[in-house]
């Protein structure tokens, strides 16, 4: 894992937004088209808007960081290894179509893989151990960066993500001895404590989902 060049990406975005204000614009033009389920303060919608993508893209190195060691943790690092090495993949070398995309908004495409890969993966574990492999919880996030990239390119990636899944996880994967030692672990007082540092993501930020009015 590249972990280092992924943050290097994301800090390389922020510095390009500094200078452009390029994911303010868009978001700008987005506010009033956005699905009225998306509930944002009245107070300064669009700073909580950018704010959230900030935060949902900053979030993705330390996301696939915590995945890999509880992955490493649980003895099945072979198995979850590449299922992330797909999305660093994305940060580090981007498919074609985005070649030359540059900046924080163009970054949220690939912040979504990282994210629902991550999620499916967690998916995956609350099967097999009814705990997640990390605890945070990203489904709302994920729902409104679904909404922003917008409906038919954020399908393709979710189709990515779940062929990503099926070719690489399957119930084998969690059939080793070492998956058993790794669900007694998981009830721990020291696990439950480390889980604390992972709020959901949109509601500390102020964005909700409801339903519209």
């Known amino acids: 894992?590249?972990?280092?060049?992924?943050?290097?990406?994301?800090?390389?975005?922020?510095?390009?937004?500094?200078?452009?204000?390029?994911?303010?614009?868009?978001?700008?033009?987005?506010?009033?088209?956005?699905?009225?389920?998306?509930?944002?303060?009245?107070?300064?919608?669009?700073?909580?808007l950018v704010r959230f993508v900030s935060a949902y893209i900053d979030q993705v190195p330390e996301l696939l960081e915590a995945a890999h060691e509880a992955a490493r943790e649980a003895g099945i690092e072979s198995?979850?290894?590449?299922?992330?090495?797909?999305?660093?993949?994305?940060?580090?070398?981007?498919?074609?179509?985005?070649?030359?995309?540059?900046?924080?908004?163009?970054?949220l495409d690939e912040a979504y893989l990282a994210h629902r890969l991550v999620e499916e993966v967690n998916d995956l574990y609350i099967r097999h151990f009814q705990q997640p492999l990390i605890p945070v919880d990203t489904t709302v996030a994920n729902l409104i960066a679904h909404q922003l990239i917008g409906e038919s390119f954020a399908n393709q990636l979710d189709e990515v993500v779940h062929h990503s899944v099926d070719e690489m996880l399957n119930d084998e994967s969690f059939a080793v001895e070492s998956v058993e030692a790794y669900r007694e672990k998981l009830s721990s007082p020291e696990t439950g404590a480390a889980w604390k540092r992972w709020p959901c993501l949109s509601r500390q930020l102020g964005v909700e989902l409801g339903q519209p009015a």
Do not use: W
């Open 1 to 48: 894992m590249n972990i280092a060049a992924v943050r290097e990406q994301v800090s390389q975005a922020h510095q390009h937004e500094g200078q452009t204000g390029q994911l303010k614009a868009r978001l700008e033009l987005q506010l009033p088209h956005l699905h009225p389920s998306i509930q944002l303060p009245e107070q300064d919608a669009q700073g909580t």
């Open 79 to 107: 198995q979850i290894k590449p299922v992330l090495k797909i999305a660093e993949a994305y940060f580090l070398q981007p498919p074609s179509v985005m070649q030359g995309h540059v900046g924080l908004d163009c970054l």
